[in-house]
Structure formats: structure tokens, C-alpha cells
């Protein structure tokens, strides 16, 4: 994965990466963007996609970012390869508990969320954060109407529909 720059490690202080490189982000941030993404990187040895202190912690918490945090290109997925997750499935719990709203690219959350979701592994509040993708940005023609969920899952999985649909979006 070190191979290629666009995947090589940062190593810095916190204190520089605070001062010098969170602060063009902040600056956009200010800007209310819907949408952002991760990448393959990793600081600290910590990859983005699976860095809860980074994406909820900087982020969410400190910065007040409330859009939608999608994953880079396959990233979810790149954290078995990474060394950070044994499997896809321990991948789509890190990338959850980190913040990541939809998984672009890799099958961890396709082919995990919904087992995951059932078995109290993943919180079941985590697939309310899609309606936010929905209602910024409206259905997608592939996605059913929100209002027909209710109807067409009884059993109330209207935001699990949603959370595994925005997926293939």
C-alpha cells in the first residue's frame, strides 16, 4: 500500500498537523459543504477511513460538520489490506464507529451492514444518517420514495433500505 504517494503514511506532531494542515479544512468547512470525503491515507498509522478520532472527533465534534462523510474509492475495504481490520466485516464496524456515512466502492458495508445492524454490532442509529443524504440531496432514481419505505418494508427498515441503497448510489 506504501508504494504509490497518493497511499503513504503522514508522519507529523499532532501539533503541526493541527496548525498546518487542519486548517485549509477548517477554512472550507466554514463554507457548509454536504459532503466529505476520506482518504486512503493514514496518520498516525491510523487510515482515515477507520479514525474515529479524526472523522467524529476533530470533525463532527470539535468542527460541527454535519453533511454526509463518504469514503474515498474502495477505502473502507483498504483497511483489511491496511493491516487495521482482520476482515471486511471488522472494516464496516471501524468505518462506522469512525463517522463513515456510505461506503463507496468496497462491499463492506453492502454485504456486512445489515448483519451487523441486527446483531447490535453496529447501532441501529447509525442508519438514520442517510436520510441527511436523502433530504440534501434528494431520491435518487434508483432509490424508492422515503414516503413508500414504511410500506414497502413493514418491518420498519426504512433506514436500513436507505443506508444500503445510498451505497450503490
Not at 17 to 46: G, S
Not at 76 to 90: F, K, S
Request: charged share 25%; with cysteine; hydrophobic share 40%.
Amino acid at each position: 500500500v506504501n508504494a504509490g504517494r497518493d497511499y503513504n503514511d503522514v508522519e507529523i506532531s499532532q501539533r503541526t498537523f493541527l496548525e498546518q494542515y487542519v486548517k485549509p479544512f477548517r477554512m472550507a468547512l466554514k463554507a457548509k459543504p454536504a459532503m466529505v470525503m476520506t482518504a486512503f491515507n493514514a496518520i498516525d498509522r491510523k487510515p482515515i477511513s477507520g479514525n474515529k478520532e479524526l472523522l467524529k472527533g476533530l470533525l463532527r465534534d470539535k468542527e460541527g460538520f454535519e453533511g454526509t462523510v463518504i469514503s474515498d474509492w474502495g477505502s473502507i475495504g483498504q483497511l483489511e489490506e491496511q493491516g487495521v481490520a482482520v476482515d471486511m466485516e471488522e472494516a464496516a464496524i471501524q468505518a462506522s464507529e469512525a463517522g463513515v456515512d456510505i461506503d463507496m466502492m468496497s462491499p463492506a458495508y453492502m454485504m456486512y451492514l445489515e448483519k451487523l445492524v441486527e446483531s447490535g454490532k453496529i447501532p441501529w442509529t447509525f442508519c438514520n444518517n442517510p436520510y441527511r443524504f436523502h433530504y440534501r440531496f434528494g431520491t435518487p432514481p434508483s432509490l424508492p420514495s422515503v414516503h413508500n419505505l414504511d410500506s414497502e418494508y413493514p418491518e420498519s427498515m426504512s433506514s436500513l433500505v436507505i443506508c444500503i441503497l445510498c451505497k450503490v448510489v
